[in-house]
C-alpha cells in the first residue's frame, strides 16, 4: 500500500517561506502516470488544491498561487516538497500531500486515491 506523509514546521511568520515534505513509502514518485498534489484546507473552509508534480517531473500550479508555490522533488528519497512563500494568516490551514491518479488523463479534477495524515501549519507573529 502506497503511504505518504506531511513533515514541516507547524507554526511559521508571516513573510516566511514554508516548506514542508512529503515522503512516499510503498510506490516511487517517477512511477508512470501518478500527480504528486498538495491540498489545503483552512478552517471552517472546504479543500484547495496548490499543485503537483508529475510523475515526469513537470509541476503545475493553481493560478491563484503559482508566483509563490513552488514543488520540486528529490527522487532519490522519494520525496517531494512545498514551498509556499510569503506567508499571510491567510495560508493556515491543514496542508495534505496526496496521489492523483490522472483520471481519464486530467490530473488535477480533485480526485486523490492517497493520502498523507495532514499537517497543521499556523502563520502568526
Known amino acids: 500500500q502506497v503511504q505518504l506523509q506531511e513533515s514541516g514546521p507547524g507554526l511559521v511568520k508571516p513573510s516566511q517561506t514554508l516548506s514542508l515534505t512529503c515522503t512516499v513509502s510503498?510506490?516511487?514518485?517517477?512511477?508512470?502516470?501518478?500527480?504528486w498534489s498538495w491540498i489545503r484546507q483552512p478552517p471552517g473552509k472546504g479543500l484547495e488544491w496548490i499543485g503537483y508534480i508529475a510523475y515526469s517531473g513537470s509541476t503545475y500550479y493553481s493560478p491563484s498561487l503559482k508566483s509563490r508555490t513552488p514543488i520540486s522533488r528529490d527522487t532519490s528519497k522519494n520525496q517531494f516538497t512545498l514551498q509556499l512563500s510569503s506567508v499571510t494568516p491567510e495560508d493556515t490551514a491543514v496542508y495534505y500531500c496526496?496521489?492523483?491518479?490522472?483520471?481519464?488523463?486530467?490530473?488535477?479534477?480533485?480526485?486523490?486515491?492517497?493520502w498523507g495524515q495532514g499537517t497543521q501549519v499556523t502563520v502568526s507573529s
Open positions: 510503498g510506490g516511487s514518485i517517477t512511477t508512470n502516470y501518478y500527480y
Open positions: 496526496a496521489r492523483d491518479p490522472g483520471l481519464l488523463g486530467f490530473p488535477g479534477l480533485g480526485t486523490y486515491d492517497y
